[in-house]
């Protein structure tokens, strides 16, 4: 341990030497490396946590950058995966955490083999499908995560600790609509929610990794720092014995009934994502030759984009599309088999 480093930690009499020796040895994933994933990252990386697991299914843009602090605008230039621009600067920020990772879509496919095999997984997503699937590994394989969310100038935290607290489909027994809440890319959102939110989940992670359990904030606490509202909400007695998931032991999220090809529309953002039913191995140099001839192509190892008037597509090497400048899924699948045949 390095015991400079942590200094000012280890003086914090609940973490002490003891505690910094548990976060040297705790494993975190992190879903979703955008505002709140990015803050989380660096929280971790910067405390010592041991090894921590970067998930992510984007890339950076400019419209990030008001609020995703990770990123500068070389990674948005260059079009980087936000889980391989997190990992280059969080390596610089602390080369002694192991870090991993992964470009790719948290889905019932991967979700165990990605979370099943870690300590404590931070919500860092933007969509509640995403969450559900997070719960349902969580209840399955007793493993807590810390559910957050902002949107606006609002904020939501609540730590999930399987067979202590509700889960969330206790709390939340169905995902919404799509198109029915919203978003940062329809109502906008300012960067000072996201370090509120994020300094609680964070907070409430250290003090599960050092196992301080008796300080965990056990309520459902809300934020809105433009018009100064905050709530903190009793939530214990909510836990569901009929709950599908921590009640039943039902994985409806990680079993899901439709397995074919998703086309997903992105709320808000003028986008639909289409993944493939297994992954694939796209060859991307070969795809930038066929469609350079039609389109403006850009190219680096970790995805292609194509401007094909009126649409971009942003190609993976794993097989997954997204198709910009559309919301409909039919419309999707169309430009898709027409310029790339999957």
């Known amino acids: 341990m390095d015991r400079v480093r942590y200094s000012r930690q280890i003086l914090f009499a609940p973490i002490g030497e003891e505690g910094q020796n548990k976060l040297q040895q705790a494993r975190v994933a992190i879903v979703g490396m955008g505002a709140l994933g990015s803050a989380l990252a660096n929280h971790m990386v910067r405390a010592g946590v041991g090894f921590v697991r970067l998930i992510d299914r984007d890339f950076v843009e400019p419209s990030n950058l008001q609020r995703q602090m990770l990123y500068d605008e070389s990674d948005a230039r260059e079009g980087?995966?936000?889980?391989?621009?997190?990992?280059?600067?969080?390596?610089?920020?602390?080369?002694?955490?192991?870090?991993e990772a992964h470009v790719t879509d948290l889905t019932w496919q991967n979700a165990e083999t990605l979370l099943s095999d870690i300590d404590l997984i931070l919500d860092g997503t933007d969509n509640f499908s995403v969450r559900f699937l997070i719960?349902?590994?969580?209840?399955?394989?007793?493993?807590?995560w810390i559910y957050g969310g902002a949107v606006s100038s609002r904020g939501m935290v609540f730590t999930i600790r399987p067979g202590i607290t509700p889960c969330l489909r206790c709390l939340f027994p169905d995902p919404p609509a799509p198109g029915t809440t919203e978003t940062c890319d329809t109502a906008g959102v300012i960067g000072p929610i996201i370090h509120i939110v994020a300094a609680h989940q964070a907070a409430e992670a250290l003090k599960l990794l050092v196992r301080d359990e008796h300080a965990l904030n056990t309520r459902l606490r809300h934020f809105e720092c433009w018009y100064n509202h905050d709530t903190a909400m009793d939530v214990s007695q909510n836990r569901k014995p009929d709950c599908p998931t921590c009640g039943q032991g039902i994985w409806e999220f990680l079993n899901p009934t439709d397995?074919?090809?998703?086309?997903?529309?992105l709320c808000g953002r003028d986008t639909v994502q289409i993944s493939p039913s297994t992954p694939q191995q796209m060859d991307l140099e070969q795809l930038a030759k066929r469609l350079a001839p039609i389109g403006r192509v850009e190219q680096n190892r970790f995805l292609l984009r194509a401007d094909i008037d009126p649409y971009r597509l942003v190609v993976f090497p794993d097989g997954r599309i997204l198709v910009q400048g559309t919301q409909d899924p039919s419309?999707?699948?169309?430009?898709?088999?027409?310029?790339?045949?999957?």
Do not use: F
């Open 135 to 144: 719960n349902d590994v969580s209840v399955k394989h007793g493993i807590p």
């Open 331 to 342: 419309t999707a699948r169309s430009v898709v088999a027409k310029y790339i045949g999957a």
């Open 80 to 99: 980087l995966p936000k889980a391989v621009a997190a990992e280059q600067k969080l390596r610089a920020i602390n080369s002694g955490v192991r870090l």
């Open 259 to 265: 397995k074919e090809p998703q086309a997903v529309s």
